[in-house]
Structures are given as structure tokens and as C-alpha cells.
């Protein structure tokens, strides 16, 4: 069972499941959990080879979806089916996951991703993490300088080192399982059938993950999609625009439940 943290009550109104993207985990949703908690309960899980979770020697999408699956199940037979929102990797896992169990989900929400295979690669990342020498890291800014060299992005370096834990001199993430699965993680599965639910598609206005000819492909899969950006957001754009981003959220979750 993937590591979940539970932030709020229980209310009636449907929980929501927060799903990270590729080296990241339930940690770096705190806040907009937390801002989310107030009319329901959320939770944010740590995917298979991040944080808390268990390690094991896939990085499928249909893999990852059955523990989104794992998960949900408790919570749905408890409240009904819920929101599930997920960002990049927890995004197309999150897609992947209303196709194969649609009676799960109250409504879906993709955050900066499509259902498309990207040429992107993020392996350079790996190599770098991996390069840290870490007998000679003693507090987080000598991880930052040494990261420094491979990855010039501050805020890319930022958010890479919330994995690292500094006193037992250790990386929250599978490296060699992530690299090794890569293909996988940048592709999108071949997955038949369509999602009949509540869906939206929301993107940073300045990301280039998300583009206007991916929306076929998305119409496609899921026929009831919505589609809306945020401007000046990037691909990380709950970190970019937080209170635009849970905005966005609040209103379609309030504007599903309404219809209802």
C-alpha cells in the first residue's frame, strides 16, 4: 500500500486524492492539501519509488494506477467515489486509473499533462542526483552547491533536494528503478475504452507540456473534458500560482457536486 497522509475531516462533500508528479511526493502537496482540507478530507499518496512508499521494479502506468486503486478503494466504500487529481506522472497515472476503475472517481483533474508520449527525458536529473557525493553533505546548501553544477535551475534543484534527507545521507526516490523505466514514464499507455466522467485538463499558460493539438487526443479518451490554463504558470504550476491553482480546483470540484 502506497504511503498516504490524510489532511482533514471527513464531510459530505467527496474526498479528494492528490497525485504528485515524476520525484516528487505527498510532502510537496502540503499547502494546497491543506488549503483543500477545509471543505473535505484529502489525501496525498507517496507513487511506488518516491518518499514513504514501497520499492518495487516497475514504473508502469497500469502498476501505478492498481495502487491508486489500492487506495481509493477504502475511501470510496466509506464516502463514494472521489475527486482524484494528479500533476505530470500522477496525472497520466491518474488518467490511466479512470479508464481502468471509472466507478472510483467522482471527477478527474490533470495537472499539466496530456495523454500523449512525450520525447522528453529526464534521466540527466537521475545522473545528477545520483552524482551528489553525499559523505560530504552535512546540511542541504552543500547538496545545492554540488547539484549546482548538473542542474542550473534553482527552483529544479529546490524541489529535487525536498527528496533528499540530509542526516541519513539518502534519496527518498528509486533512482535506478526511475531510470531504468524511464520510456515507460514518458510514454503513455495503450488503454482501451473512455472515461464518461467529469474531467478537467488544467495547464500553466506558459508550460510546453500541455498543447492546444493534444486536446483530440484527450476529447478522445475522455469526452466529457474540460480544458482551461492558468497564465504565467509553468509546469509546475501549483507551485507557481498556488492560490490560482487551488481556485481552479475548488470551483470545478463545487461545479461537479452542483450538477449532481
Known amino acids: 500500500m502506497l504511503?498516504?497522509?490524510?489532511?482533514?475531516?471527513?464531510?459530505?462533500?467527496?474526498?479528494?486524492?492528490?497525485?504528485?508528479?515524476l520525484f516528487?511526493?505527498?510532502?510537496?502537496?502540503?499547502v494546497i492539501s491543506k488549503r483543500l482540507s477545509d471543505q473535505r478530507l484529502v489525501a496525498a499518496v507517496d507513487m511506488r519509488n518516491h518518499g514513504e512508499s514501497p520499492r518495487f521494479p516497475t514504473q508502469s502506468y497500469p502498476d501505478m494506477a492498481g495502487d491508486?486503486?489500492?487506495?481509493?478503494?477504502?475511501?470510496?466504500a466509506d464516502h463514494g467515489p472521489c475527486h482524484v487529481m494528479g500533476h505530470s506522472m500522477g496525472g497520466k497515472a491518474a488518467m490511466v486509473l479512470a479508464l481502468t476503475r471509472p466507478q472510483l472517481l467522482k471527477s478527474l483533474i490533470v495537472a499539466d499533462i496530456s495523454p500523449v508520449s512525450y520525447s522528453h527525458d529526464n534521466t540527466p536529473l537521475i545522473?545528477?542526483?545520483?552524482?551528489?557525493?553525499?559523505?560530504?553533505?552535512?546540511k542541504r546548501s552543500d547538496a545545492d552547491r554540488q547539484l549546482a553544477r548538473e542542474v542550473l535551475d534553482a527552483g529544479v534543484r529546490a524541489?529535487?533536494?525536498?527528496?533528499?534527507?540530509?542526516?541519513?545521507?539518502?534519496?527518498?526516490?528509486?533512482l535506478d528503478v526511475l531510470e531504468a523505466e524511464m520510456p515507460k514514464i514518458v510514454a503513455f499507455p495503450e488503454v482501451s475504452g473512455t472515461f464518461g466522467g467529469p474531467a478537467f485538463f488544467l495547464s500553466g499558460g506558459e508550460s510546453t507540456y500541455v498543447e492546444r493539438d493534444h486536446r483530440d487526443r484527450a476529447k478522445a479518451l475522455f469526452p466529457k473534458a474540460k480544458f482551461a490554463s492558468i497564465p504565467g504558470a509553468g509546469h509546475w504550476l501549483h507551485a507557481?500560482?498556488?492560490?490560482?491553482f487551488e481556485a481552479a480546483c475548488r470551483t470545478w470540484m463545487e461545479t461537479v457536486e452542483a450538477a449532481r
Open 3 to 21: 504511503n498516504t497522509v490524510f489532511i482533514g475531516q471527513p464531510t459530505d462533500r467527496p474526498p479528494l486524492l492528490i497525485v504528485h508528479g
Open 68 to 76: 491508486l486503486a489500492e487506495v481509493l478503494e477504502p475511501l470510496v
Open 24 to 30: 516528487g511526493s505527498a510532502r510537496n502537496w502540503g
Open 240 to 244: 507557481e500560482k498556488p492560490r490560482e
Open 159 to 174: 524541489f529535487l533536494l525536498q527528496s533528499l534527507v540530509v542526516k541519513e545521507k539518502r534519496w527518498l526516490l528509486n
Open 127 to 138: 545522473h545528477a542526483m545520483r552524482g551528489l557525493n553525499l559523505s560530504k553533505v552535512e
